[in-house]
């Protein structure tokens, strides 16, 4: 009992813990990338056009060409950072992280997914990328964070040679799945500012089955890791009142907060045209992804990829700059890129285009939505999108930490304020059409085209604006734009789970499943041992298979038809880890002996079992000796019989986060095992026909 | 394909209407309480109030009790009505309806639980109930209605008199718990214009399982809600701007939204209060309830309890006002109850002892929450608290529809502004003490130690207030008050399922149940059947059970130890619906006779089987005849062994929403079956030590 309150206790103060920490590292993030624009304005850029302004450089046109070079150099060199930083020393680090989460919260282990290293080189990695200048957001890298450090502090260590071991009692899977999705909910919060869209998130991305007590606690952690980042970004930055701060993207309240209801079809139109860009995105970093697999395999062209693409994002910036000229009267919008401004727009005018191409992505976000009427031209806002737009289809999927969320919703803002300038000028005596605000529905539009996120995007982006106005709008808007989305393709996630073969098992199990049986899903090459064993079998069987766990059954017999053997009746399983656990206590007798089998163990003695360390050694006369299985055994097992169905398999896998299922003869035999990966192999393709994958063989 | 497409389609069209109709008992539920109480002030006081000074009646105190007497008999009348449809008309109507649509969502039946005389007794009993003063809220009926709402639309019928024979594919147990919880959510969102509250809500309270399609279709459903209710209002009432009136209870927005850190562990000495109060709540509900059951359960008893209860809390009211003198001058808060205030104040003054007895509940809570200080005089504020706690422990569970949402907010809004009042007094030299802001935390504090609900009540209290800044302290209070009050009792819903003896399975396994097999739990004298079978024993079998499916075995011996037969190996099962349809199909052959079992019946012949009107009498020819169960039983129901513990049954029922559990033995023959009932049974009590209860027999 006493124990039972402690565990509790104990679940909270690491819940607490872990949001504390994800905010540190938003606040970390957070901090270097404004560092990194100050200096790059300050120092570099200001500089260089007071020299230039100075006329110690050559004149004109050579001036602007030093700049851009010091620029791209800048930005070059950090590009590099983050890739060295993924390429050679945590390569799992690359990317937004979401995939990797999501496939970690379904039950799926991907080695170093939640480390230590993993988890340094996101934080300091997707600095890197974003002050390099690449259409990178950070708030995927966050959520992946926030994962990591959920996992360090509930196992009490983040690697395995600093243990100062607390919380022993959270180190089994179950638990640290559950402290990964506190995690993920608490990245989600620091980015956006939105504890609810975190626990909606965590909910509807990863958790395969809901718990009231879970989600509570998943909960505090956002709210904590939240309130925590506020506090001291206000504190930092000095802003106003305390607490004012709100997430890393924070999109600003609307002051005009008014829709009618004829404004809806065209919000409907913007989902739909959301939906395709944001397919017309998956399918082509789809495609590029299948190229890089094929081409861009070896460390070096991955490397040179990433800096190539560095280079190209500041160079299109600086051509668009040379080439669109769209200069805006000062105050009229938001301006943050003042040396760049003087080098193409007279005094008092400002270049909506740097604004646009060189300022902080969330900042310009903020300045498409807020901006009033005539800030931008449309001619800018259509090239900026179409750039933006490829670019960031380009960037996500190379070698440095980045997410997708700010490019879309960047993207989508662009495209948006240009559909509400359209629609100001075919309805010019209409009051009240704000372009910022077909600007919000733009960005929702282009990102739920993208990511097909439901519920927790609709949270997530009604959390960012502050403002439950437009809850209906925005949800329609994410609908109709995953409703179109899917009719072209898969989301982005899914497309890279997809590329990645890793055994996802989605919502519901594929249609037209019915007539799948489990005779025909489970894999009959299995291995079973009796429950008393010779310790040589078992050393034999560790060495020769990596499976996690092995059936026990009453007796195994030669089979008259097969070369397999025929199993018995199914008794239970027993775990690798504890068998590796039983040999090392050497918990077995010599032949002939009676009794007990060696002393007793506990469960206590069966946690800490390093799998990648134990080599286990026995010597001849060992070798003959025998286990005693029955007092560790699971006696239980999950089992279905040879006719169940597909779904049926499917439903259990799901409702229960099983990882396997033992098949069994009406006469309780052993017949087979079906694992995550047997059930994850019939997908749905379009058109309801039913698709056997092949997958690669993640150890699991 | 096309068929799968268009079930899709009409799941969404079914949501939607769910949501506009779930508006539609919101709004009309809203205009009658509005228009009563315009009728009761204008009407009756006013008139009265005139004479009263015009001198007609005798002077003075006489007066004043001849309104007081109108008002009284007018508020009698009201609760009259709403009494009589619910004792005479609709029983199960009584109450706040959460439990029942609690249990529902749990996977039980509950007879009349979601039909249409049920929907039609709340909305208008509802009405009746608020109209006639009594401490009765109207979200917890609003919430109901919804669910009834839910069921009837998606069943395409709410009677079955009435069946135009829409959405047929929806008629099955599944399909209208999904939709029911839909129309919960459309409920909350209405009643507090909280859609993402109310998702969470039916989450919380009621979906056993996630499934992220069905969460995206409540959403839907709770937006659509919130919207259609938010337009007709604003219409209804004028009120400005079009789409800014905010669900039924809307608690306005907060001007000063800052607060500071210190103040924190003063919100958590309001959430502890809170939890007392609460869970005193509870406590002294629960004896009301257990000596209503004993002693007040005569129909005409229970009618006259209701009237008694409207006339004590009319009788408090003005015994109050005219105990307590509380005169404010007028334009410092708000002012509802202008008849009112002439009886007991000077000119230029108005009472806020009526303001807050008076006025609709939620403009209560209102003022409570955003009136400056020096509105309501510390005394006032606690007299008006313990009356209103009293009248609602007593009010909560009377035979009217009433909720339990606005009193326990009202009664913890006046306490938290006494706190904050108190604050400011310890500290006079602090600023930005406002006692509106404890009234809030106190109103979330009491409201969370009533109903221990988390993140859901966290929603919709941010939702209605519409800011988000108060997020963590109302999340902290909302937490410290479930802490406190569990340590005391359990949440009102959890106690009034249990004081109806319903199974409900909660989140977790009890405690210390591992040493408890499936042996123990499982019911060993059930009925079952060979595949094979004579029409006599099924007509047999059907009249003398009640149960909702029966296995199927490949035999049935006499046992030698014991007067239960001995039965073979597990095959299938068959629901009894599926056997009423075979029989009245006459899917069967005369004795001798051998080929196909008659016509083969497809699964559209299986829906629509009323099992209240069935009774099947067969001829004594026919009873002879033999029946083959095998083409339509499903063929691998759940099944566990012996020896399976109490937690993994429990997993399972609740992971997958099981209604019964075979057991089998290591042979896979059939040894007992588990029912919900029989899990339920094992219940937590305090001391962890786990508890055996008895279950009254509703059918399920």
Redesign the interface.
């Known amino acids: 009992?006493l124990n039972?309150r402690r565990i509790q206790l104990n679940r909270w103060i690491a819940c607490f813990l872990i949001g504390i920490c994800t905010a540190l590292a938003g606040i970390v993030i957070d901090i270097l990338v404004h560092t990194s624009a100050d200096f790059k304005f300050h120092y570099i850029l200001q500089t260089l056009v007071d020299r230039c302004d100075n006329g110690e450089a050559i004149a004109g046109g050579g001036c602007m060409w030093l700049v851009q070079l010091a620029w791209m150099a800048y930005n070059c060199s950090m590009v590099f950072l983050a890739a060295c930083l993924v390429i050679f020393w945590s390569p799992i680090a690359a990317g937004s992280g979401i995939p990797q989460i999501k496939c970690f919260l379904n039950g799926i282990h991907i080695p170093e997914v939640v480390g230590l290293k993993t988890l340094v080189v996101k934080v300091f990695g997707v600095s890197a990328a974003v002050a390099g200048g690449l259409c990178a957001g950070k708030e995927g890298p966050m959520i992946h964070s926030g994962g990591a450090i959920g996992a360090g502090i509930s196992q009490g260590k983040l690697h395995k040679k600093l243990d100062p071991g607390f919380f022993k009692e959270f180190r089994n899977d179950r638990e640290k799945r559950d402290f990964v999705s506190a995690g993920a909910a608490a990245g989600v919060a620091a980015a956006f500012?939105s504890?609810?869209g975190g626990?909606?998130f965590a909910?509807?991305e990863g958790?395969s089955?809901?718990?009231?007590?879970l989600?509570?606690r998943m909960?505090?952690s956002a709210?904590?890791s939240?309130?925590t980042l506020n506090?001291t970004l206000t504190y930092y930055f000095k802003q106003g009142?305390?607490?004012s701060w709100n997430g890393l993207a924070n999109f600003g309240v609307f002051e005009d907060k008014?829709?009618?209801?004829w404004e809806i079809p065209l919000f409907l139109m913007v989902g739909v045209i959301g939906g395709c860009t944001g397919a017309l995105f998956n399918s082509l970093n789809y495609r590029i992804s299948e190229f890089r697999k094929k081409f861009v395999s070896n460390k070096w062209q991955r490397l040179v990829e990433a800096l190539l693409v560095a280079a190209v994002s500041a160079f299109t910036g600086f051509v668009t700059l040379f080439v669109v000229d769209d200069c805006v009267p000062l105050g009229l919008g938001m301006n943050r890129t003042e040396g760049l401004n003087r080098l193409y727009c007279k005094k008092g005018e400002y270049s909506a285009v740097a604004n646009l191409f060189f300022a902080n992505p969330e900042e310009s976000v903020k300045s498409l939505f807020h901006s009033p009427i005539g800030s931008f031209k449309p001619t800018t806002l259509l090239i900026f999108a179409i750039e933006y737009f490829v670019l960031s289809v380009w960037t996500f999927g190379l070698a440095v930490p980045s997410g997708v969320f700010i490019p879309a919703l960047l993207t989508g803002a662009a495209w948006g304020r240009l559909f509400g300038l359209g629609v100001e000028w075919l309805f010019p005596n209409v009051a009240g059409i704000d372009p910022g605000k077909y600007a919000l529905m733009g960005a929702a539009a282009q990102l739920g085209g993208v990511v097909r996120m439901?519920?927790s995007l609709?949270?997530i982006i009604?959390?960012a604006t502050?403002?439950?106005?437009f809850?209906?709008p925005i949800?329609?808007v994410l609908?109709i734009a995953k409703w179109v989305g899917d009719f072209f393709s898969e989301g982005l996630y899914d497309l890279c789970i997809e590329l990645s073969e890793v055994p996802l098992l989605g919502?519901?199990a594929p249609?037209m499943a019915r007539n799948i049986t489990a005779s025909k899903v489970m894999r009959s090459d299995l291995v079973a041992m009796e429950k008393r064993v010779r310790v040589g079998r078992v050393v034999e069987i560790l060495a020769a298979t990596s499976h996690h766990a092995f059936p026990l059954v009453d007796r195994i017999d030669e089979s008259d038809t097969s070369r397999l053997p025929d199993y018995g009746?199914l008794?239970g399983y027993i775990l690798r880890t504890q068998l590796v656990a039983l040999l090392k206590k050497r918990a077995f007798v010599g032949e002939g002996e009676e009794g007990l089998m060696g002393e007793m163990m506990s469960e206590q003695d069966f946690i800490d079992v390093d799998l990648r360390e134990e080599k286990v050694e026995m010597g001849a006369a060992d070798e003959m000796a025998m286990m005693d299985l029955a007092p560790y055994m699971h006696?239980?097992p999950h089992?279905?019989?040879l006719?169940?169905?597909l779904p049926?398999i499917y439903?259990?896998f799901r409702?229960?986060g099983l990882r396997y299922l033992m098949v069994?003869n009406?006469?309780?035999r052993l017949r087979g095992i079906i694992t995550r990966k047997d059930v994850a192999r019939f997908k749905n393709t379009k058109?309801?026909a039913l698709r056997e994958l092949f997958i690669s063989d993640h150890q699991f």
Chains 1, 2 share one sequence.
């Open positions: 009992q039972l500012g504890p609810i626990v909606l909910i509807e958790a089955f809901w718990n009231q007590a989600t509570w909960f505090f709210m904590i939240s309130f506090a009142g305390l607490l008014s829709y009618t209801i439901t519920i609709t949270a009604l959390e502050k403002d439950m106005t809850g209906l949800m329609l609908m919502w519901n249609k009746r008794e006696s239980h089992r279905v019989p006719n169940a169905s049926f439903r259990l409702g229960l069994v009406e006469d309780n058109g309801f």
